[in-house]
């Protein structure tokens, strides 16, 4: 195997031209630089030529901007934007052209034109958006770059506020580098217009109609926006728990921390929430989105003037996480949309594990997977706080204008190394020998300024000085407004004080219910139905008129009308959720004849009342891990939605690893933040092979602690009816995780009746309802193994086996368990029967809990497949054989005590 070359370095942005050369086909399109078919013939070349340079210009400029505050590289040689490659010589250089176009100037000579292209494309800002299709967008922004002309228009007393910004970043910095030493806090240096950047973009939303600014950030210059942007103080930040504090919650790092509050600006207050954030890259980015859309839904925000989402990314992470194109791609779906997102990279230019840019990615850009939604791309040279500013207005009036997603790209540096006990030096010797030669952004500019005579020498080292006395005395630099924000579109989450172990009533009167079923089974237009679902439609008719049970279908559609009816609103998602993986959902009626558009879908939970909550079911993009976090971010935002999330098979949700360890499980002990999101995992060994069988029971088990999430097998649809109502009705707002079934959808023993719906509650624990009170054996388990037991037991003709169930597995019931356990014969033989293998399900994460119920000195066995690899086998045939064997094991085989 070839080594790789180490010997020459490519830069980011310039300097390498065979590392440019391989991009710069498909940046210009074949036709560019070759003769144009029939223009050979045109009467005047040159003036073809010159029309052809303008359009170079617009997609190749940004290859000659001066991006690079460490000015690393020469700008690559770039011969399409060479006159002479059209066939233009100095001779034309004098001559007067048209300028089609172009901005500004419709006839001017040629020189003109170049330096008119230049100052648009190729000085601090440089801008790709030739990818954009829509011709009104790419005028738009070539309007506002060819008539600035790279004049920025920066009043002096913006000069003077961008430089106050940049010295409260700078100061914050050195003032904590001196104050807690060696602490790691992922400094902002080199970065540091990141913060003015910010204010801006604040008070331009804010311009437009911006009520709430939700940010999303890693853990670069966190510190520093939740100081300087946020106002958090430091005490509170650095402020480590007493002992004896009454704090149950595990906490987080400072870097990892969220907050929000409330500013003033010239319009009014503007509440601003900085999302919590793990550890791993780029995953609040959807998370950021599902909060938004949820303030947005809230606020009736139909076109996303109220509340913006703005994400800050490292340049490392946004071309490397796959859930960066995730949240992408669902940006402008239905379901997710927030009509557009202000996206900034924090760019300095290095990726912490890997030291040489070829290593870092394939694209040009790190921004290139921007151009997957056509989002427009400002890099700009973060060493000219004026052109990061005219990057801003651009793009925030480019967001409001067209709801579309923009990427302001800042080009920066790190003054230190990834962390405050990093050594760079050691892997990149000499960008850290050019940084620790280059004044800061601050410095700079406070020398620009006094040169502007805006401001004197003295009057910047002032405005050190007093950010350093502001930082000693403590407090916030940025205190909150007064608004009153909390009392319009606030949550009171305090109301949300209940315990797991609550019962509340979830039963629905049988009126209501008759009235709700009524509703759900009524097509208020004429709508030609499949034969398939219209046989689901008769049936859920008949089992409103009592004449079939009611399966699973209908118990959650009504559990969800039951919500709505109340006021609440309900949110489903997930891939196939309409219809339901398994066909047996159908929350979205679809007409034979007619498309979508044209009234051919009709939504029976849209239609209950005039006061109803609203519903959404949403048939969501193939992802599970931005989907998922989306859900999250929703969820934790409004609390009176039921938000559900659906896999299509339960371990697909494997993919959503990271939302699931980082978000739902720990999220509350990190953060305190409450969520009540709910997962509905298919989940079941019916002999469909190793996928598509297991939601990872084990996984999710291996999670709890502290009450942190809820884990429910429901058997029953009736089941399903009381558990779905008692996530919103319970003052409490947990995680659930439900097991949801696959066959038992069409079993007809697992039914219900009216009247389980009409009265009762979610069980935890089913005990047998034969009740054989003089049982040998009492077998435990959970989930659809049930139905395979109780039918082995009744063919084998053992009525003296009796079968529980336990519905719930964490929070486990205790109590409940025990009691039931205890009124069989202590004389019993106790198993635990699973049909998971041994390594995986309940088993091992449940049986403290079992043993513990059991009366004194009894013990569970254990009666499942071995532990295996794989969750299940691929062949039905071993399938079948190893379901005899566990049904065996657990009801004849003996045991020893
Ligand atoms: C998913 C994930 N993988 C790895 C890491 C470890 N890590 C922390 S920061 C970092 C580098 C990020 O580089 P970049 O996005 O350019 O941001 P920078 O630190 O340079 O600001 C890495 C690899 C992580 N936090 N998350």
């Not at 400002?378 to 009036?397: I, Q």
């Not at 620009?448 to 000085?465: H, I, K, R």
């Not at 630099?477 to 109301?495: K, Y």
């Not at 409103?544 to 109340?566: F, K, M």
């Amino acid at each position: 195997m070839n080594s790789p070359d180490w010997t020459s370095t490519s830069p980011l942005y310039a300097g390498n031209a065979a590392y440019l050369e391989q991009f710069a086909d498909d940046a210009l399109g074949p036709w560019l630089g070759q003769p144009l078919p029939g223009l050979d013939d045109c009467s005047d070349a040159a003036q073809v030529g010159v029309l052809r340079l303008i359009n170079s210009y617009r997609y190749m400029g940004v290859r000659q901007a001066d991006l690079d505050p460490l000015r690393r590289f020469e700008p690559p040689p770039t011969p399409e934007l060479d006159p002479a490659h059209y066939g233009l010589t100095e001779a034309d250089l004098g001559r007067t052209f048209e300028t089609g176009s172009l901005f500004g100037v419709e006839r001017t000579t040629l020189s003109e034109i170049l330096q008119r292209l230049k100052s648009a494309y190729c000085g601090h800002i440089g801008i790709e958006y030739m990818h954009i299709t829509d011709v009104a967008r790419k005028r738009w922004l070539q309007e506002r770059f060819e008539l600035a002309q790279g004049n920025f228009g920066v009043s002096p007393a913006l000069k003077q506020q961008l430089l106050q910004r940049l010295t409260d970043a700078e100061t914050l910095e050195k003032f904590l580098h001196t104050r807690y030493v060696g602490q790691k806090r992922f400094s902002l240096e080199g970065g540091e217009s990141l913060i003015p950047l910010l204010d801006l973009v604040i008070s331009r939303c804010a311009r437009h109609g911006a009520k709430e600014v939700v940010v999303g950030m890693a853990h670069r210059g966190r510190i520093n926006v939740l100081v300087n942007i946020m106002g958090r103080s430091l005490e509170s930040l650095y402020s480590e728990p007493q002992p004896g504090d009454a704090a149950p919650l595990s906490g987080d790092v400072k870097y990892h921390q969220g907050f929000s509050t409330d500013v003033m600006l010239p319009n009014g207050p503007v509440h601003l929430a900085l999302a919590f954030n793990p550890s791993h890259l780029e995953i609040v980015h959807p998370v950021v989105r599902g909060s938004v859309r949820a303030r947005q839904d809230r606020r009736g925000d139909v076109l996303g003037y109220e509340v913006v989402p703005v994400i800050l990314h490292g340049d490392a992470a946004l071309s490397g996480q796959g859930v960066v194109m995730e949240s992408l791609n669902m940006s402008q779906t239905r379901g997710f949309r927030n009509h557009g997102a202000i996206h900034i990279v924090i760019n300095n230019q290095i990726g912490f594990t890997t030291s040489d840019p070829r290593d870092v990615r394939s694209t040009l850009y790190c921004t290139d997977v921007a151009k997957m939604v056509e989002a427009p791309v400002l890099h700009v040279n973060a060493d000219d706080p004026e052109a990061v500013a005219f990057a801003v207005r651009t793009a925030v009036d480019f967001r409001y204008t067209f709801h579309k997603n923009i990427f302001i790209d800042l080009v920066c540096y790190r003054r230190h190394g990834h962390n405050e006990q990093d050594e760079p030096l050691a892997t990149q010797p000499l960008m850290y020998r050019r940084i620790q030669a280059h004044p800061s952004t601050r410095t700079l500019y406070a020398q620009q300024l006094v040169n502007e005579g805006v401001l004197t020498q003295a009057d910047a080292d002032t405005l050190v000085d007093r950010c350093r006395e502001r930082l000693e005395q403590g407090g916030s630099l940025n205190p909150p407004a007064q608004s009153d924000f909390s009392r319009t579109f606030g949550i009171d989450w305090a109301r949300f004080n209940g315990q797991p172990d609550d019962e509340v009533p979830t039963a629905i009167a049988a009126g209501r219910l008759d009235f709700l079923g009524e509703r759900i089974t009524t097509l208020q237009h004429e709508i030609e139905l499949h034969s398939r679902v219209q046989k689901v439609l008769d049936d859920r008719r008949k089992m409103r008129a009592g004449e079939l049970p009611v399966d699973w279908g209908y118990a959650e559609n009504l559990a969800y009308a039951s919500l709505l009816d109340t006021g609440y609103n309900v949110r489903v998602s997930g891939q196939d959720s309409a219809r339901g993986t398994f066909f047996h959902r159908h929350a979205v009626w679809h007409d034979q004849k007619r498309e979508r558009r044209q009234s051919g879908v009709y939504i029976p939970l849209e239609h209950l009342h005039a006061r109803q909550g609203n519903f959404t079911i949403i048939d969501s993009l193939l992802s599970e891990e931005a989907v998922l976090a989306f859900e999250y971010g929703y969820a934790t935002a409004d609390p009176d939605t039921l938000v559900v999330w659906e896999a299509q098979f339960g371990d697909f949700a494997n993919g959503a690893q990271v939302v699931i360890d980082q978000f739902i499980a720990s999220g509350e002990a990190k953060w305190g933040r409450l969520c009540g999101l709910t997962l509905m995992l298919p989940h079941g060994l019916e002999g469909q092979g190793p996928e598509h069988s297991s939601a990872r029971l084990e996984r999710f088990l291996q999670l709890c602690a502290q009450d942190n999430i809820q884990v429910c097998v429901p058997t029953l649809p009736a089941q399903m009816f009381h558990l779905l109502r008692r996530q919103l009705v319970r003052p409490l707002r947990k995680p659930l995780v439900i097991l949801t079934p696959k066959g038992l959808l069409r079993y007809p023993a697992s039914t219900s009746s009216l009247a389980d719906l009409s009265g009762g509650c979610f069980q935890t624990v089913i005990d047998d309802p034969r009740a054989p009170v003089q049982a040998k054996r009492v077998v435990a388990c959970s989930g659809r193994v049930w139905f395979d037991l109780d039918a082995a037991r009744q063919a084998r003709g053992l009525d003296d086996v009796a079968l529980v169930r336990v519905e719930q597995l964490y929070p486990f019931p205790e109590a409940l368990f025990s009691k039931v356990l205890n009124a069989y014969p202590q004389a019993a033989t106790f198993v635990w029967a699973q049909e998971e293998p041994m390594n995986q399900g309940a088993w091992f994460q449940t049986l403290h809990h079992l043993n513990h119920c059991a009366p004194e000195g009894r013990r569970f066995h254990y009666a499942g497949r071995p532990p295996a690899a794989a969750p299940a086998s691929g062949h039905l045939s071993r399938h079948r054989a190893e379901l005899d064997a566990l049904l065996n094991d657990a009801l004849e085989t003996s045991y020893e005590s």
